[in-house]
């Protein structure tokens, strides 16, 4: 059996559609771009992949196994299979790399889908009132294609960002260089004071709007600093830079900006630099442990830095560092830092 053996079901043009007819939309059909026709074992025979690996490699992208005689596959899907042959056969010969990635695609997207479909539903609610399942299928149909585009293109321009700064990378020293995945980075933990104590006086809508001004604000400050975010946690965000002078500059930034708005609570900062594991999209190692142990010890809205972000700055003008008595932290019994101010601020 070949994949041409599944002709598919084309979906209607949406410009040639009478929605006011349509009594079932079918929503799910237009967000997947196919109906869903096949089973796991058609979609298996007709594109070569392996039956045990097609099921990690599912779990790994976040669903649970179908039951055998569910269709829930469509011709997207099959094409989407194949690919992974190919890649599997020219690129990615073992399956351990190849699920890691499955799980870090999915991870991020689907937290991406969380967010857009709330968004979308928030964005029709305020123009038809409440969003019917026609309602909701017509902007699939229309909107979906255009939101896929920009994606691609945001895609694409953070892939040449990242490409740009691997190959700059790539030619330091090996002493510099251990490894393609391993990086000198300065790591950043930025988390809001008091936040559960906080969560308890505000409404969901004054909580919104909080955690929307939290992301724009360490957003901006971010990207405006040369840095950038590996992740966002309930109150906290993680950042890391190529220097360490950025990274202080993007923290005491933070503290600032944070200083004059009025719905977010003060910030405690923790940075450290050294050697890190940057792999599918996270950070990993004791310069990430020892940022986050920063953090915890930080007074509020002020910033505290590691042994290392102190060699690399002493000497800076535009910063100030006051060492601080040694810290006794869990995994760290004598860690040593220092608090980080602007020159001005002396």
């Known amino acids: 059996m070949t994949e041409e053996s599944f002709p598919g079901r084309p979906l209607p043009d949406p410009a040639q559609i009478d929605w006011s007819e349509i009594e079932a939309p079918v929503l799910d059909e237009f967000i997947l771009g196919a109906p869903r026709e096949f089973t796991r074992d058609e979609l298996v025979e007709a594109t070569g992949l392996d039956p045990e690996e097609s099921g990690r490699l599912w779990r790994a992208l976040g669903f649970p196994d179908p039951d055998p005689d569910d269709r829930v596959f469509t011709r997207v899907d099959l094409e989407a299979a194949r690919k ?3 890649l599997t056969r020219e690129w990615l010969p073992e ?10 695609i999915a991870q991020s997207l689907s937290r991406l889908a969380e967010w857009q479909v709330g968004m ?3 964005v029709a609610a305020a123009h038809v009132g409440e969003l019917t399942p026609r309602d909701a299928a017509r902007l699939a149909a229309e909107v979906l294609p255009e939101l896929e ?12 960002a990242t490409a740009v700064r691997w190959t700059a990378g790539a030619r330091r020293s090996d002493a510099e260089l251990i490894s393609a995945d391993t990086w000198p980075l300065s790591v950043g933990f930025a988390d809001m004071v008091g936040f559960t104590r906080t969560t308890r006086r505000r409404s969901m809508a004054e909580l919104g709007e909080m955690i929307e001004r939290f992301g724009a604000v360490t957003n901006e400050v971010i990207a405006n600093g040369r840095g950038r975010i590996i992740k966002t946690v309930g109150d906290e965000v993680l950042f890391v830079t190529e220097h360490p002078a950025d990274a202080a500059a993007i923290a005491l930034g933070l503290r600032d900006r944070v200083r004059v708005e009025p719905s977010l609570p003060p910030l405690r900062i923790g940075i450290a630099h050294g050697m890190v594991l940057a792999r599918y999209g996270d950070v990993y190692g004791e310069v990430v442990n020892v940022a986050a142990r920063l953090t915890a010890e930080a007074r509020p809205d002020s910033v505290l830095v590691d042994r290392e972000m102190h060699e690399a700055l002493r000497d800076d003008p535009r910063f100030d560092l006051r060492r601080i008595a040694t810290l006794h932290t869990r995994g760290y019994t004598h860690l040593r830092a220092w608090a980080l101010r602007g020159a001005r601020e002396r």
């Open 95 to 104: 399956h351990g790399p190849r699920e890691a990635v499955a799980r870090a």
């Open 149 to 160: 585009s920009l994606q691609s293109y945001v895609w694409r321009r953070h892939l040449a």
């Open 84 to 86: 992974v042959v190919a």
């Open 120 to 122: 979308l539903a928030q």
